[in-house]
């Protein structure tokens, strides 16, 4: 008995072994922000939530002086850090700082450069590398070329001409242009991106650059080049890789092009990428399509508890995320019975409360007549004798009863 007892306290320490080495890293993170020409203090904050959101990072914000301040106090130690989100458009930084983060990056730290990101800093070389395109601050033929896609030929321009430019604030299609990048792969070769400024007209070195998506800057909304602009972009800088995005425009709160699936999608496995070379989140069963804009009002993604609490409302001039939230679990549990099993039952649930809509209850039914078991059966016979919902229930009896 002794030494079966002491066999279970070495197994019983194996375990809890094990368990302590999995991999539950959090990549520490630095917002730089405190001047802009943007609303940074509503910007920064979502970026924090967002990148939060996904359990790989954990940011804290710092801010510089106030324009016209004393910037030697600004001095960040960058090797805390894995990650390094560039939400700033201001005075310069101190040498003693400039030289600290190119050394950071230099030695494989990542970074993500956020919207007008890019418009900093257009005297410091080193900078340029890495955001890889740039505007405004009186950048021209100087500062190196255009880059844009033109007639879905990517073209180097080196024509003469200011850099930076945008029309009006508008929805707008994005079009992934590398697909097979861990950071676009699985993701819509177009879908609708919220209201934002199409940056247009960026030019810089574009050195050791992918252009991973762009979009068509029309001339309807004012500024338009009528070509395909950047709008994400990889670079890398020594050990270090960057991600670049034009997008997401600050209003109070965050604004349709913050809220949008697409930019938060986006950035957070770009944020990854820039940190590991990979992406280990998956494309989340909201990211919009060509069809329309999908936006998050509170930056998160659904869960299966909040679709289930929604769902039993839904009536036929409603959304019908509830649902494509339910079908993206079930379709991710493939394979698993006993996880199918525990959404069946969740979906018994609703068919059973009597306060679930008539449209509803049809949703759910057609789910069940294909991946249901017969522990959804006599729920379903009971909805037989219902007129509204007599068709589905019978059919989705004829195919679980075959």
Same mark, same amino acid.
Request: glycine content about 10%.
């Given at each position: 008995?002794?030494?079966?007892?002491?066999?279970?306290?070495?197994?019983?320490?194996?375990?809890?072994?094990? @368990?302590? =080495?999995?991999?539950?890293?959090?990549?520490?993170?630095?917002?730089?922000?405190?001047?802009?020409?943007?609303?940074?203090? #509503? @910007?920064?904050?979502?970026?924090?939530?967002?990148?939060?959101?996904?359990?790989?990072?954990? #940011?804290?914000?710092?801010?510089?002086?106030?324009?016209?301040?004393?910037?030697? &106090?600004?001095?960040?130690?960058?090797?805390?850090?894995?990650?390094?989100?560039?939400?700033?458009?201001?005075? @310069?930084?101190?040498?003693?700082?400039?030289?600290?983060?190119?050394?950071?990056?230099?030695?494989?730290?990542?970074?993500?450069?956020?919207h007008? %990101?890019?418009?900093?800093?257009?005297?410091?070389?080193?900078?340029?590398?890495?955001?890889?395109?740039?505007?405004?601050?009186?950048r021209?033929?100087?500062?190196?070329?255009?880059?844009?896609?033109?007639?879905?030929?990517?073209? &180097?321009?080196?024509?003469v001409?200011?850099?930076?430019?945008?029309?009006?604030?508008?929805?707008?299609?994005?079009? /992934?242009?590398?697909?097979?990048?861990?950071? /676009?792969?699985?993701?819509?070769? %177009?879908?609708?991106?919220?209201?934002?400024?199409?940056?247009?007209?960026?030019?810089?070195?574009?050195?050791?650059?992918?252009?991973?998506a762009?979009?068509?800057?029309?001339?309807?909304?004012?500024?338009?080049?009528?070509?395909?602009?950047? $709008?994400?972009? &990889?670079?890398?800088?020594g050990?270090?890789?960057?991600?670049?995005?034009? $997008?997401?425009?600050?209003?109070?709160g965050?604004?349709?092009?913050?809220? =949008?699936?697409?930019?938060?999608?986006?950035?957070?496995?770009?944020?990854?990428? #820039?940190?590991?070379?990979?992406?280990?989140?998956?494309?989340?069963?909201?990211?919009?399509?060509?069809?329309?804009?999908?936006?998050?009002?509170?930056?998160?993604? $659904?869960?299966?508890?909040? %679709?289930?609490?929604?769902?039993?409302?839904?009536?036929?001039?409603?959304?019908?995320?509830?649902?494509? =939230?339910?079908?993206?679990?079930?379709?991710?549990? #493939?394979?698993?019975?006993?996880?199918?099993?525990?959404?069946?039952? $969740?979906?018994?649930?609703?068919?059973?409360?009597?306060?679930?809509?008539?449209?509803?209850?049809?949703?759910?039914?057609?789910?069940?007549?294909w991946m249901?078991?017969?522990? @959804?059966?006599?729920?379903?016979?009971?909805?037989?004798?219902?007129?509204?919902?007599?068709?589905?229930?019978?059919? %989705?009896?004829?195919?679980?009863?075959?």
């Open positions: 008995m002794k030494k079966q007892y002491l066999l279970l306290i070495v197994v019983a320490g194996l375990l809890t072994f094990f @368990s302590s =080495c999995k991999n539950e890293t959090v990549y520490k993170t630095l917002i730089i922000t405190g001047q802009n020409n943007h609303n940074w203090k #509503a @910007s920064s904050p979502v970026l924090k939530q967002i990148l939060d959101e996904t359990g790989l990072f954990s #940011a804290e914000i710092m801010t510089t002086p106030d324009k016209g301040g004393d910037m030697k &106090t600004f001095n960040p130690d960058f090797s805390k850090y894995k990650l390094v989100v560039i939400d700033y458009n201001g005075d @310069s930084w101190s040498e003693k700082t400039n030289n600290a983060f190119v050394e950071y990056v230099k030695n494989g730290g990542g970074v993500v450069f956020y007008a %990101a890019d418009n900093s800093f257009p005297s410091w070389k080193e900078y340029n590398e890495m955001t890889g395109l740039g505007g405004w601050g009186n021209n033929q100087k500062d190196g070329p255009y880059v844009y896609y033109k007639n879905n030929i990517l073209v &180097t321009d080196t024509s001409g200011n850099g930076g430019s945008h029309g009006k604030r508008r929805e707008f299609l994005v079009r /992934t242009r590398i697909t097979d990048h861990p950071i /676009t792969r699985g993701l819509p070769v %177009a879908w609708l991106h919220g209201t934002d400024e199409l940056y247009s007209q960026l030019r810089g070195p574009a050195k050791n650059m992918q252009i991973l762009t979009a068509f800057a029309d001339s309807a909304a004012g500024g338009g080049t009528m070509r395909d602009e950047p $709008m994400l972009m &990889t670079i890398t800088f050990k270090g890789r960057i991600f670049h995005t034009t $997008m997401g425009h600050a209003d109070e965050g604004g349709p092009s913050m809220h =949008c699936v697409g930019f938060i999608t986006t950035l957070q496995r770009g944020a990854e990428w #820039a940190v590991t070379g990979d992406v280990t989140q998956k494309v989340p069963w909201d990211f919009p399509s060509a069809a329309g804009v999908v936006l998050r009002p509170d930056f998160k993604e $659904m869960t299966l508890d909040e %679709a289930f609490a929604n769902i039993g409302n839904y009536e036929i001039p409603k959304s019908t995320k509830y649902l494509s =939230c339910i079908q993206s679990h079930i379709r991710n549990l #493939a394979g698993d019975e006993t996880g199918i099993l525990k959404i069946e039952k $969740m979906m018994v649930k609703v068919l059973k409360n009597n306060e679930t809509t008539v449209e509803a209850k049809k949703l759910l039914l057609r789910e069940l007549s249901g078991s017969d522990y @959804s059966v006599p729920a379903i016979k009971e909805l037989v004798l219902n007129s509204e919902l007599k068709d589905e229930a019978e059919f %989705a009896l004829s195919r679980l009863q075959k």
